[in-house]
């Protein structure tokens, strides 16, 4: 593999880390949809199928819905994160000039970190 310069070595470990940070927020919003589903199947299972939470009682019902749209808003904000560091992740890499086929063998450890 080529040799690559001190400013694009410092690119990629940079990208490394923004990848890093990306997974984790891709990883926050899919879990953050899980609970959501999660609270509202509940909610709707011990209304309407046990009958353990009164049809009626419509101040429940709407706190459960406010947490179900405050967990959307955050998994939102998490996929818009992930989707920022991926634009910058493409800015950096074509800024630098560094080539997918140069941060593939950085991934996969054929260039020395």
Do not use: H
């Not at 997974?23 to 589903?37: Q, T």
């Not at 101040?59 to 955050?74: K, P, Q, S, T």
């Amino acid at each position: 593999m080529a040799n690559i310069s001190k400013k694009q070595r410092v690119a990629l470990r940079q990208i490394d880390e923004l990848r890093a940070q990306n997974k984790r927020d891709i990883i926050l919003g899919v879990a953050s949809i899980i609970v959501m589903v999660a609270i509202i199947v509940t909610y709707n299972t011990l209304t309407y199928t046990y009958g353990i939470i009164d049809e009626s009682n419509t101040i429940l019902r709407a706190v459960i819905y406010a947490i179900a749209m405050v967990i959307a808003g955050f998994c939102g904000i998490m996929f818009m994160r992930a989707s920022r560091r991926r634009a910058k992740v493409d800015g950096l890499r074509q800024s630098t000039g560094i080539s997918r086929d140069t941060l593939d063998a950085w991934n996969r450890g054929e260039i020395e970190k």
